[in-house]
């Protein structure tokens, strides 16, 4: 699994978010190295993580993860909040939590009502092999839809895609199953390490009013929301999420 290091400081791993890849940190990395060591992970079957033996897998691939690097605060985006949550919860090594438009569940459930429908994502598994390279435009314009500064978020979303190559498509299959039965609920109240919740107030993909019930569910959680973002909050809102994780660290015990 290829993971980038870069910066210096207190330790920081990133986990990107479906089709994508640790490049796509890039704006938020610039502002972050000079406070932090980054380390910016290619989850399995995206960017240079492309070894078919490695499994899109959250037990698997966070424990992984925690083995190639220090302890450190770990920052999930997306599907990436799923693989930061479970390590939270289960590895010593993660001093903090920052999910970033993620939340433990990502369909809609009767005690689980602001999410998408379970179809959402099922439905894109479908598309998926049908039409590859239209299915993941369609989706990444989901990640800026909404967003005061959508037009260039995305033209920054379409430039990175394949920057590092095209995603594996049964990489993106996995991480679509993963978005649509992974509950992690369960492991909230027990979270030993603190939480920052970051949603965006503009966000079709994840409601932020979910994301607020989950931190609630956290102790020593916070959730802020951002007004003019979507579900990419760095690219379009990077001095915001910057500063957001640089307070946030500074009451992360060392």
């Known amino acids: 699994m290829h993971i980038e290091t870069l910066g210096s400081g207190p330790d920081l791993v990133l986990i990107h978010g479906w089709a994508l890849h640790g490049g796509a940190f890039a704006p938020l990395a610039e502002r972050l ?9 290619d989850l399995p079957g995206h960017g240079h993580s492309r070894d078919p033996d490695d499994a899109l897998e959250l037990a698997v691939v966070a424990s992984a ?13 997306s599907l990436g909040g799923l693989f ?15 999910m970033v438009a993620a939340t433990p569940r990502f369909v809609r459930a009767e005690d689980w009502p602001h999410a998408v429908e379970p179809v959402v994502f099922s439905r894109f598994g479908e598309e998926l092999a049908q039409d590859y390279a239209g299915t993941l435009d369609r989706f990444i314009a ?7 500064h959508g037009r260039a978020e995305l033209r920054t979303l379409r430039a990175l895609l394949h920057a590092r190559g095209e995603p594996d498509p049964a990489a993106l299959q996995a991480g679509l199953r993963l978005l649509e039965t992974t509950d992690l609920r369960r492991s909230l109240p027990g979270l ?11 966000d079709r993909l994840v409601d932020p009013r979910g994301m607020a019930e989950a931190a609630a569910l956290a102790p020593r959680s916070r959730f802020v929301e951002l007004a003019g973002a979507a579900h990419a909050p760095f690219l379009g809102h990077a001095d915001a999420v910057a500063a957001e994780i640089g307070a946030f660290a500074d009451n992360v015990a060392p």
């Open 33 to 41: 190295a000079p406070r932090f060591r980054l380390h910016l992970v």
């Open 65 to 77: 993860i925690a083995a190639r690097t220090p302890p450190a605060i770990w920052l999930g985006w």
């Open 84 to 98: 930061a949550l479970r390590a939270a919860s289960t590895l010593p090594t993660v001093r903090g939590l920052a």
């Open 192 to 202: 030993r390490v603190p939480s920052l919740w970051l949603g965006g107030r503009r």
């Open 142 to 148: 989901l990640d800026t839809l909404g967003s005061e």
